[in-house]
């Protein structure tokens, strides 16, 4: 049996300052101020329209439980202007879905009514667990009222399978065993990518989780999945490829911490964003976005 375990916030408009400012006086810089604002190593004028219709595409947020009347409208919003033309097939929430404290009650408020103008044009919904979810104790009633009856679970989206993780039971032996058997069965899907909450890698607030590193990345390396997707520090970062595997941190859809740099970053930044996933049969690319349409950080995967 599957078993269930028990800041600083910046306006848009200084966000946008700060952005432009670094941008002049820097150009490309590769840290984040102490007190965690706004700032990116990678910013490149507005997320330009798609020029052709995607195969597949994916919205990606992570932290958006702080409801309606927070910063994810925001976020949401441009989610929405990027959606208008091709739509998102689905959208991948990376964690901690309802603050503070995972009341099942509120996932009308926290959840479905904030992105019911992407659902209702078609974006399945695909939720992921995070540590807040955890603590009533009502992860199982959260995940029952979106429609899954797991915290672990595998999904394929047009051309993309999706293998959902809990990382409140890494040590659970069943979710290991099941990720094992999940990546080694074969799929018809070209494109495998994991999304999950806490990072294997990350130089933010809370660092890379070693447990994971011992568990499931090992399995990562082995049926040579892509892309890992995780949230938990409240940033943007994108490693550089660790055997073979690229790790996203997406955790900054609605408040932030300040961010940093190991040997393994490619990118970093302490700004309010979502990703946008663009899939076809050969080609994967990843853009992060801010809350203002301005391009953070772009990456392609090839098969």
Known sequence: MRRWGPSPVCSRRRQSLVLVLTLMLFGAVGACTPSGEPTTDHASGPALSLEQEPTTRLAVARDTGTGTGSAIEATVEEMV????IYSYDALVLLGDLIYPEG??????TRISGVFDALTQRGARLL?????????SDEQAQ??????RSTSWYTETVGIVRVVVLDTEQVDDPDQLAWLDETLATPTDAPWTIVAMHKPAYSAGYHGSDESIQ???VPLFERYAVPLVLAGHDHDYQRSKKI?????VVSGG?????PTGRRDFTAVSASIRHFLDLVVSPTRLTGRAIDQNGNLIDSFDLRR
């Open 214 to 216: 011992e568990e499931w």
């Open 243 to 247: 055997n073979g595997v690229t790790y």
């Open 103 to 108: 009341d099942a009650e509120q996932v009308p």
């Open 81 to 84: 202007a990027q959606n208008a």
């Open 127 to 135: 939720p992921v667990l995070g540590n807040h979810d955890y603590m």
């Open 142 to 147: 959260i995940m029952h009222r979106l429609g």
């Open 253 to 257: 859809a609605a408040t932030l911490r």
